[in-house]
């Protein structure tokens, strides 16, 4: 069970999910902006950080409270952004109140069925789950965003997921209910990250301002349903458990990490795209894999190797792929209106008229 909910705590830092970068490959081709590597790199770090710390909070503190823990990471998030606001660190930007409410509601309804797709299926199964992510994010940019993904691409992301799979997915148990928790995970995860990104977009505001916004109503719904979500998965009580020096501790030094984690997650998908976030994600899960069995000797073999060198191979291509076509645009935009071909970048969220798309981005009088 302990092993379970790390894998939980490390979808959700990672995902969400819950689990949506490019890869180290990318973070050293010039192809990218500075900014783009800063928040590769900090996702990367932070996320590794809190795999270890709440592997030790879970396995040798035995605090299993995966969902009730992860709203506390919420609300140490907003709490933090609200002091560096009241700071100037940054300028808050009001955003229409139901778009927002229904956002923080997904993503944190999406953290939720993460949890209990894992504590219903088995963990590969629930490896599978993860997998599954990243070509749904692309069939929903494809039909709603019209993204048009080059037959590179796809190839990549194959081989990236033939790796990821081969490294990390062991056995398939079955059974309805958690296929259909599953199921909706998938949906509500990939429909979160493609929210984050089109809302950053399309009423312009970045990543510290949506997360700032949103972090308050995610951490009500995990705060409001995390205590049943645990207890149905650990048969314990949160407000039962016995809360030592050590286990404080850990838990505050857990949320500080998720503090970095959460501002990372949206930066990345806000600068580069939900599935290279997912990219950004699998790799993650490789070096867990192998500094799970440098540091901790968890049991690793011939097959995990395998699977995790066919993953960096196609975290390779993916890095490749996208920065050529990344110049090949830059290319394109610098050329005359005339000279560049037209195609439909109808947004997700696109509205019939002008006034409609104003009055439900708030964008107008800058709510």
Same mark, same amino acid.
């Given at each position: 069970m %302990?092993?379970r =909910?790390?894998?939980?705590?490390?979808?959700?830092?990672?995902?969400?999910e819950?689990?949506r970068s490019?890869?180290?490959l990318v973070m050293?081709?010039a192809?990218f902006?500075?900014?783009? /590597?800063g928040?590769?790199?900090?996702s @990367?770090?932070?996320?590794?950080?809190?795999? +270890?710390?709440?592997?030790a909070l +879970?396995?040798? =503190?035995? *605090?299993?409270?995966?969902?009730t823990l992860?709203?506390w990471?919420?609300?140490?998030?907003?709490c933090?952004? %609200?002091?560096?606001q009241?700071?100037h660190f940054f300028e808050?930007k009001a955003?229409?109140?139901?778009?927002?409410?229904l956002f923080g +509601?997904l993503?944190g309804?999406s953290?939720g069925?993460?949890?209990?797709s894992l &504590? *219903?299926?088995?963990?590969?199964?629930?490896?599978m789950?993860k997998?599954?992510?990243?070509?749904?994010?692309?069939?929903?940019?494809t039909?709603?965003?019209?993204?048009?993904?080059?037959?590179s691409i796809?190839l990549?992301l194959?081989?990236?997921l033939?790796g990821v799979g081969i490294?990390s997915v062991t056995?398939?148990? =079955?059974?309805?209910?958690g296929?259909?928790?599953s199921g909706?995970?998938i949906?509500?995860?990939c @429909? &979160?990250?493609?929210l984050t990104?089109? +809302?950053?977009k399309?009423?312009?505001?970045s990543?510290?301002q949506?997360l700032?916004?949103?972090?308050?109503?995610?951490? !009500?719904?995990?705060f409001a349903t995390?205590p049943f979500v645990?207890?149905? =998965?650990?048969?314990r009580s949160? *407000?039962?458990?016995?809360?030592?020096?050590p286990?404080? &501790?850990?838990?505050i030094?857990?949320?500080?990490?998720?503090?970095s984690v959460?501002?990372?997650?949206?930066?990345v /998908?806000?600068?580069?795209?939900? @599935?290279?976030?997912?990219v950004l994600?699998?790799?993650?899960?490789c070096l867990v894999l192998?500094f799970g069995y440098?540091?901790?000797?968890?049991?690793?073999?011939?097959?995990?190797?395998l699977g995790?060198?066919?993953? /960096?191979?196609?975290?390779?291509?993916?890095s490749?792929?996208?920065?050529k076509?990344?110049?090949?645009?830059?290319t394109n935009?610098?050329?005359?209106v005339s000279q560049?071909?037209e195609?439909e970048?109808?947004?997700?969220l !696109?509205?019939?008229?002008?006034s409609d798309?104003k009055k439900?981005n &708030?964008v107008s %009088?800058d709510c």
């Amino acid at each position: 069970m %302990h092993v379970r =909910l790390a894998l939980t705590f490390f979808m959700y830092n990672v995902a969400s999910e819950e689990q949506r970068s490019n890869s180290w490959l990318v973070m050293m081709s010039a192809g990218f902006p500075l900014g783009v /590597i800063g928040s590769l790199a900090l996702s @990367v770090a932070s996320s590794v950080a809190i795999v +270890i710390c709440n592997k030790a909070l +879970i396995s040798t =503190l035995g *605090f299993p409270f995966a969902t009730t823990l992860t709203s506390w990471h919420l609300m140490m998030t907003f709490c933090t952004l %609200h002091v560096a606001q009241r700071m100037h660190f940054f300028e808050p930007k009001a955003i229409d109140g139901q778009t927002v409410i229904l956002f923080g +509601i997904l993503n944190g309804t999406s953290i939720g069925l993460l949890n209990l797709s894992l &504590g *219903f299926n088995s963990i590969g199964f629930y490896q599978m789950t993860k997998l599954a992510i990243i070509p749904f994010t692309v069939l929903l940019e494809t039909i709603f965003l019209k993204k048009r993904f080059s037959e590179s691409i796809k190839l990549s992301l194959l081989v990236l997921l033939l790796g990821v799979g081969i490294a990390s997915v062991t056995d398939l148990k =079955l059974n309805l209910l958690g296929s259909v928790l599953s199921g909706l995970a998938i949906a509500t995860t990939c @429909v &979160g990250q493609i929210l984050t990104n089109t +809302i950053q977009k399309r009423l312009k505001v970045s990543s510290t301002q949506l997360l700032y916004q949103s972090a308050p109503y995610q951490a !009500a719904i995990l705060f409001a349903t995390g205590p049943f979500v645990d207890q149905l =998965l650990t048969n314990r009580s949160v *407000f039962a458990h016995k809360y030592s020096a050590p286990v404080l &501790g850990f838990i505050i030094l857990s949320c500080l990490i998720a503090v970095s984690v959460n501002f990372s997650t949206f930066l990345v /998908i806000g600068t580069t795209s939900p @599935v290279t976030y997912q990219v950004l994600g699998h790799l993650k899960t490789c070096l867990v894999l192998s500094f799970g069995y440098i540091l901790l000797r968890d049991p690793f073999n011939a097959r995990n190797i395998l699977g995790i060198l066919i993953a /960096i191979f196609g975290m390779g291509l993916y890095s490749y792929f996208s920065v050529k076509e990344s110049k090949k645009k830059s290319t394109n935009d610098s050329l005359p209106v005339s000279q560049i071909p037209e195609k439909e970048t109808e947004p997700l969220l !696109a509205t019939k008229d002008n006034s409609d798309t104003k009055k439900a981005n &708030g964008v107008s %009088h800058d709510c």
